[in-house]
Structures are given as structure tokens and as C-alpha cells.
T-cell receptor, first 111, second 113 residues
Framework: QQKVQQSPESLIVPEGGMASLNCTFS?????YFWWYRQHSGEGPKALM?????GDKKEGRFTAHLNKASLYVSLHIKDSQPSDSALYFC???????????FGTGTTVSVSP | GGIITQTPKFLIGQEGQKLTLKCQQN?????MYWYRQDSGKGLRLIYY???????QKGDLSEGYDASREKKSSFSLTVTSAQKNEMAVFLC????????????FGEGSRLIVV
């Protein structure tokens, strides 16, 4: 049974600053690691995914994966007010059951 | 592109009442899901379905029934609504499970009076 924990629970970042979100998971069979973002009043949307150990950069977002440590993180550079949202990590594996989401981190970007 | 449509947006019912939420997708996706989100917190899996007429229980299935009568639709029934299960219910779809992207609807809020 996959357990997914995220920290911190909430985070306040100044506009233009860096936000760092952490996620630990329990299933060593996990292969794919998703980050989803949910703005208030909307459903979650896929932000990015990472499959290999190391860093993956997409614009202002960088995901880092360390499978041996059962750890994945997301860093948001040059944070914008539109980045204010609830962020979820979700590990999975091919042929696995439905996606299990983490506990979530609320990011608030202050102008 | 496609869209996930959840109805109704707000569902108000009395304690003990049987209530049904509906979800339609036009992505032609095989897999559909129902998640529950309490007070802006994490998503918990209730049911999912990998094809028409298939049902798989999630960790939170007790107290709920689901139905996938056709590929494009997935409904969720709260068998006896309780005040402690007021939440937002989110429907999603994907081409498969595992490494595939989930596409979510905007959610249906359940209010129990």
C-alpha cells in the first residue's frame, strides 16, 4: 500500500522567490512521479512528470528524483502569483493501480 | 482536446439519503476515476474503472457504489449520505493507469443537511 507524504503542508513565498516542495513515498516499485497543481475551485492539472533519477527542468519548474531515497521534490523558480495553488505529488508504475496522491502542499505567493 | 463534465456542481441532500453524481468524458479514455477531496486537502481514491462495466475499489469505497455502463460515463452513488462526508468529489479519466496523465473535472460539492 503506497504511502505518500508531502512537506511542508503550506508555504508562503515572496513574488520572484523560490518555492521548494518535498515528497516521500513508500513503494520501491514506483517508476513514474507526477506533480499536479490545483487552483482554487478547479480540478487538479498535471504539471510535470519525472521518470529518471536526477533533475528535470520545464520552464520555471524543476523536479528532482532520488528513487533510492524514496524522495521527489519540486522547485519553482521566480514564483508568480499564478503559482499560488495546491500541489500534489503522485508516484505510480506501469500496470499499477490508480494514481495515489500525496497529502498536498499549499503554496501562496505574496506580491 | 477533451473535457470532463461533472453534474451536478452542487448536490444537496438529507442525512441517510441516496445521492448520485455523474461524470462524462469525451477524450475516449479507457480509464475513469472518482476521488474525494476533504476541505482542500489530499485526494483519496473511491473507485476506478479500466473499461466499460469494470469496477475497482479504492481505499475509500465503503459507503459508495459506482457504475460504468458506457465508456464515456462513470457515476458514483453515496448510499446513505452522512454529514461527515461533505466534500468535493472529483472525476478523472486517462488512457490507462500507471504512467498516464489524469484529466480532471471541476468537481461536485456534496452538502448534507
Amino acid at each position: 500500500q503506497q504511502k505518500v507524504q508531502q512537506s511542508p503542508e503550506s508555504l508562503i513565498v515572496p513574488e520572484g522567490g523560490m518555492a521548494s516542495l518535498n515528497c516521500t513515498f513508500s513503494d520501491r516499485n514506483s517508476q513514474y512521479f507526477w506533480w499536479y497543481r490545483q487552483h482554487s475551485g478547479e480540478g487538479p492539472k498535471a504539471l510535470m512528470s519525472i521518470f529518471s533519477n536526477g533533475d528535470k527542468k520545464e520552464g520555471r519548474f524543476t523536479a528532482h528524483l532520488n528513487k533510492a531515497s524514496l524522495y521527489v521534490s519540486l522547485h519553482i523558480k521566480d514564483s508568480q502569483p499564478s503559482d499560488s495553488a495546491l500541489y500534489f505529488c503522485a508516484p505510480s508504475y506501469q500496470g499499477g493501480r490508480a494514481l495515489i496522491f500525496g497529502t498536498g502542499t499549499t503554496v501562496s505567493v505574496s506580491p | 482536446g477533451g473535457i470532463i463534465t461533472q453534474t451536478p456542481k452542487f448536490l444537496i441532500g438529507q442525512e441517510g439519503q441516496k445521492l448520485t453524481l455523474k461524470c462524462q468524458q469525451n477524450f475516449n479514455h479507457d480509464t475513469m476515476y472518482w476521488y474525494r477531496q476533504d476541505s482542500g486537502k489530499g485526494l483519496r481514491l473511491i473507485y476506478y474503472s479500466i473499461t466499460e462495466n469494470d469496477l475497482q475499489k479504492g481505499d475509500l469505497s465503503e459507503g459508495y457504489d459506482a457504475s460504468r455502463e458506457k465508456k464515456s460515463s462513470f457515476s458514483l452513488t453515496v448510499t446513505s449520505a452522512q454529514k461527515n462526508e461533505m466534500a468535493v468529489f472529483l472525476c478523472a479519466s486517462s488512457t490507462g493507469t500507471g504512467g498516464n496523465t489524469l484529466y480532471f473535472g471541476e468537481g461536485s460539492r456534496l452538502i448534507v443537511v
